[in-house]
């Protein structure tokens, strides 16, 4: 079962940040064999819930082994990826939303955008639901996927309606903090993403790092690779994308988000830009 609106894949490139073509997109998938992906972003929300198999799932810095039954929000600027652990059937419902599009059914007095942004980027982002809550989840996507049928009576009404409930119940879950959920990512390994996201102007130092953390230099490289699917040098280069986005959206000029993201060559930072997120840091700005 592969229920696809629009059509929607996984980022295939490492840092690749994965376009939206619609305000709303979802999918109820089951996969079978190896569903990994690498640590990418996509430029808008998403709401994950996960029902069956056997995966770890990472944001940020933290690696959660998710249960069925776990719902995991994430934000535009919010890294993550998938590793499946073995080969069982890996099912999970995955809505994706632009942010634009929930403010447009937001009131005044309440924006459907607050559980995906009034949070630390990296935190809150997972609850489990109780078996009565997967139930209430799976009517309210299942209203939604039938406002999408061809020829439904007031479709464009029932569709905002229907996304309206559901994200609507979406924050509902995480209005308070949910139980301590055990992080499985090695300490040294979400040492060195802190540290590169607090380092930002430092040029990349293997040995630098293999000091800091007590690992040597082969291993720390390989088990990064192997936790995040990036490169060391990979991952700085998008985090340094990732802040200067920030810094575009709150309005800085094209050059203060170049040097005020670690950049030290302009040109360097145009052709990066572009290549990972599809388009030049002047026109980013104008769309933000």
Same mark, same amino acid.
């Given at each position: 079962m592969d229920r696809l609106h629009p059509n929607h894949t996984p980022a295939a490139n490492p840092a690749?940040?994965?376009p &939206?073509? +619609?305000?709303?997109?979802?999918?109820h998938k089951v996969s079978s064999g190896n569903a990994s992906y690498t640590y990418h972003r996509h430029d808008g929300c998403e709401v994950?819930?996960?029902?069956?198999?056997?995966? !770890?799932?990472? %944001?940020?810095? @933290?690696c959660y082994e998710p249960v069925p039954g776990s719902l995991i929000i994430l934000n535009h600027n919010e890294m993550h990826r998938v590793e499946s652990i073995d080969e069982s059937p890996y099912e999970r419902i995955v809505v994706n %939303?632009? !942010?634009?599009? &929930?403010?447009?059914?937001?009131?005044? $007095?309440?924006?459907?955008a607050d559980c995906f942004y009034n949070r630390a980027r990296g935190t809150e982002n997972l609850r489990v639901l109780s078996p009565e809550a997967v139930k209430g989840f799976m009517q309210l996507f299942q209203d939604l996927s039938r406002s999408h049928e061809p020829g439904c009576y007031g479709a464009s009404i029932l569709q905002n309606s229907y996304a309206a409930l559901l994200f609507l119940w %979406?924050?509902?879950?995480? !209005?308070t903090s949910g139980l301590p959920v055990r992080n499985t990512m090695p300490p040294y390994v979400s040492g060195v993403?802190?540290?590169?996201?607090?380092?930002?102007?430092?040029?990349?130092?293997? $040995?630098? &790092?293999?000091a800091e953390f007590h690992v040597s230099a082969t291993y720390l490289s390989a088990q990064f690779k192997r936790h995040t699917g990036l490169t060391l040098r990979s991952y700085q280069l998008d985090l340094k994308v990732g802040r200067a986005k920030e810094l575009l959206e709150g309005g800085a @000029?094209?050059?203060? +988000?170049?040097?005020?993201?670690?950049?030290?060559d302009y040109a360097n930072f145009l052709r990066s830009f572009k290549r990972i997120t599809g388009t030049s840091p002047g026109k980013y700005a104008k769309q933000a």
């Open positions: 690749l940040i994965e &939206l073509s +619609a305000p709303l997109a979802f999918s994950f819930l996960f029902l069956s198999g056997h995966i !770890r799932f990472y %944001v940020e810095q @933290t %939303v632009k !942010r634009s599009y &929930l403010e447009h059914l937001s009131t005044p $007095d309440h924006s459907l %979406v924050g509902e879950q995480f !209005r993403m802190r540290y590169l996201a607090d380092h930002p102007e430092e040029p990349l130092s293997l $040995d630098l &790092l293999s @000029t094209v050059t203060e +988000a170049c040097y005020g993201s670690g950049f030290r």
